[in-house]
């Protein structure tokens, strides 16, 4: 994040992890929906769009996020960097605990747009 505005991000961004991460277990419980972590380790710093997963390898401090964006040297692609650890973080969930991946469709709460995952990368 670039910029802190308001009382309530303030707070957020004060929130123990371990306390949020047995929130969300227990409210997804409630409805019975399964909650699985996923290590964000190079997510941030991978391209979600030229590499096929976020690893040592594949990170490029260089591409370090600049006023919120993700900017990448190798494929030319700026986009916002949260964004970018989040496509990147389903990958390795797709990859790491669904057998099938490319049937296994990943939505979008906020817009109803739909994007399957090919196996490197999502497609609408
Ligand atoms: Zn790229």
Partial sequence: MGHTSGMWDQRFHKWPFRKVAELI?????????????????????????????????????????????????????VMNADINGAINIAKKYLVTFCERSQ??????????????????RFVA
């Fill in 103 to 120: 049937d296994r469709p990943v939505v979008d709460l906020g817009r109803p747009w739909m994007y399957r995952f090919n196996g490197s």
């Fill in 25 to 77: 277990r227990y409210k997804a419980a409630l409805v019975g929906i399964a909650v699985v972590s996923v290590t964000e380790e190079y997510s941030s710093q991978t391209c979600s769009v030229c590499k096929e997963m976020p690893s040592k390898v594949n990170a490029r401090k260089a591409n370090r996020k600049h006023r919120g964006l993700y900017v990448c040297k190798d494929c030319g692609t």
